[in-house]
């Protein structure tokens, strides 16, 4: 339990009710310190405390030197080590600036953290994440105090008496962490997990503002999905036995800003790079006569005749479908994807008036029109198989991590 601070003049912060952080207020009357010289700096202490900008520095600077240093330093009584005012130590120190000492009594070094901690939050340049950041501090704290807690309620009054919670309120410290910044429980779990798996770069953007919470929150768990998505691909066996027709949809990357969660271009699935797409092995399961539909967008044509003929087959047309509707696009609205028609030996194939435009609404996200399937049913006769499907459809082998994502479809569906 902290004691009051003894001086007349800087406060510690009192709450100001309804959730939002304390206001330094003025510590009741009482004896002000004179061992200035002998402040200590706690490296421990001083880390609890969240840096200023150089822009705040030079401000804070520019007061003290303006002003003088009229708010009290606060030290830890019968230790003398410093608890509030690192920055203006520093530059009063610099400067030859005379400062004030103002005592606080606290029970030990926990206490002395819960009171840096607290204290900063009246802070009124700290941004969500850094009151997250010192609410995590605390948690610790909390739940060593939460643990005291049970243990002293056990000893007066035994276990699983109901009497004892009414001299020791449980502690839910995760209640108490997302209390002590002012945020949801839910905003508290995205830090932490910010907190373990951002780099320095992204927490310095959220730091200043630059970037939020959810986003960044976003990304990482985007990245983790899309890691664990590619990682299934690439390590799942490819189906057995040889194919007279191969579809294949692989997931192109696109670089047009990857990493905004908020861009309305951005791609849903887990990407993969043209090397990696080229070196499954595909031709494991052509049969010596296939034909092999390979899916493109726009700006993957060219890539799409490289793993074609890598995968050991010849472009020999392009099928475009003409999509019901237009999307997105960066220099004209996309209204058409294309398929390459590329062969492998002498296939069979049972042409009549078929041409290179398909018609077919569009359906869900990288979901290809019913139409398609009629058209390859009715050209290429033999076993078929899919890869990347996100479908079964009967009377094909159907191979990806996303085959059950719409119902299945049968022959002529």
Known sequence: MTTTPRATTTQPPPGRGNGQPPRRSKPKCGQVSTATENIIVDDEFEALIPPLSEEEFAGLEKSL???????????????????????????????????????????????????IIRNQFSRRNLSTFQRCELALKLEPLIAKQAKRNQVEAGKRYGKGLQNSAKAFEPVDTRKEVARAANVSGDTIAKVKVIDAKADETAKAKLRTGETTIHREFKRITDAERKAEQIEAVQSAALPAGKFHVIVADPPWSYNNRPDDVTHRGRCPYPPMTVDAITALPVGTLAHDDCILWLWVTNAHIAEGHAVAEAWGFTVKTILTWGKSTMGLGDWLRGQTEHCLMCVKGRPVVNLTNQTTLLH?????????????????????????VELFARQEREGWKSHGT???????EGPGA
């Open 402 to 408: 996303e085959r059950g994502l719409f119902s299945t």
């Open 360 to 384: 077919g609404a569009v359906r869900e996200h990288s979901r290809k029109p019913v139409e398609f399937y009629r058209l390859v049913e009715a050209l290429c006769p033999g076993t078929k």
């Open 65 to 115: 030197l303006n002003d003088g240093c009229r708010d009290r330093l606060v030290v830890w009584r019968g230790h003398n080590l410093l608890l509030d005012g690192h920055h203006r130590k520093k530059i009063c120190g610099k400067h030859g600036i005379p400062f004030g000492v103002v005592e606080v009594n606290l029970p030990d070094r926990d206490a002395a953290h819960v009171w």
